[in-house]
């Protein structure tokens, strides 16, 4: 099809798929003719992946092209590729000092991960980005908020479960690492939107007349 | 304290809290002499709050600046600001037209809060947010993925009943609707990278050698 088709057919203006072949996100069209460009549903599917990742998933147009680096390495292992795409898709890390507060969230995370028996490096993107969150919260007069982790790992564990059932159910190896990429992402945001549909209900319970 | 002390404590630059007042971020010292403002705690507190929701939680300098202001609403039942705060935490609305799918993402939204027995109102930003990311899904060829949705369902309500245990343990009436908004937005950080580290686990269990 031609860019016009494409950009009817994905809603995304022609300039923008244009800025995305530029930038490396999406691959560029066969030239059919020295001014023509044709694409196909590859160029479609991906460009929906771009637009998710931005809109759903508020990625910026940096992120994503990272991401979309390991779902197109080919030749490594499964495994190896499905980590290297979840350890992009994590929050900027900030820089927030090297402190006692610091060292103690470390601490704080590397216990949970032994205690929940879970088989991830100590220099887990994740396992970082879950200490910053505790440093912030300690800062912010919130260090107890650090008791509930285990009710969150429990909750965590059960969506994980869930996740990786329907990849083995549903997807292809093929489709592996876009649907890591995918689920980890609108993942986020589902469960993100009904935890606070949750409290909304636990707090008509408790604060509601 | 000076806003140089400010500055110290906090790690936040003096051209960055000038900037924050100017936003209305944060409010303007008080005039000491006509060149110097004095701060306090209150100050030191919210600048803390800024950078957490900035830095860990991602949200651009307008949002902040929104849900501030549902902060200091005086005067509103609790409930209800504890409502607005939440939602203006969540993501921009993407405008994804309107057309059969979305139709279809909202009846599969609102069928699960009525079978879940929450009281929420149909028009929350939440529910709009699942539509979202349901429409983004199916999109991408993830229809399948709206059967996980009571597993997912399952977790969020365990967490939000951790949550509101925690405020109600821990939480001066005062501190009540900033604290929602910390535990909404440090919270999701939190579950998301545990989220993450137990796909490891189980991506390790099934694709691990």
Redesign the interface.
């Known amino acids: 099809m031609r860019i016009g088709e494409l950009s009817r057919r994905t ?1 995304v203006p022609v300039p923008t798929i244009k800025y995305y072949v530029r930038e490396g996100l999406l691959p560029p069209g066969e030239l059919s003719s020295p001014n023509q460009a044709r694409y196909d549903e590859t160029h479609e ?1 991906r460009l ?2 771009i ?2 990742l931005l ?2 998933g ?1 990625l910026k147009v940096a992120a994503i092209a990272e991401v979309l680096q390991a779902v197109d390495e080919p030749g490594r292992p ?2 190896d590729v ?2 290297a795409a ?1 350890n992009r ?4 890390q ?1 820089d ?2 090297d402190d006692d507060a610091r060292s103690e969230a470390r601490d704080t995370v590397q216990e949970l ?1 032994a205690r ?5 490096s100590t220099d ?1 993107p ?2 970082t ?2 200490a ?3 440093v ?2 300690d ?4 260090a ?2 650090a ?3 285990d ?14 059932d ?1 990849v ?1 159910r ?1 997807v292809a190896v093929e489709d592996l690492v876009e ?2 990429v ?3 992402v ?23 007349d």
Do not use: C, K
Request: aromatic content about 6%; charged content about 25%; hydrophobic content about 45%.
């Open positions: 809603g599917r929906r992946l637009r998710a809109d759903v508020g499964v495994h499905l980590g979840a898709l994590g929050p900027p900030p927030d000092g991960i929940r028996g879970w088989r991830v887990n994740a396992a980005d879950l910053h969150a505790l912030a919260l800062r912010l007069g919130h107890a908020f008791e509930l982790l009710d969150y790992a429990d909750a965590a564990e059960q969506v994980a479960r869930a996740d990786l329907y083995n549903r649907t890591v995918i689920g980890t609108l993942g986020e945001a589902v469960f993100n939107a009904l935890r606070r549909l949750a409290h909304v209900d636990r707090s008509a319970q408790q604060f509601g």
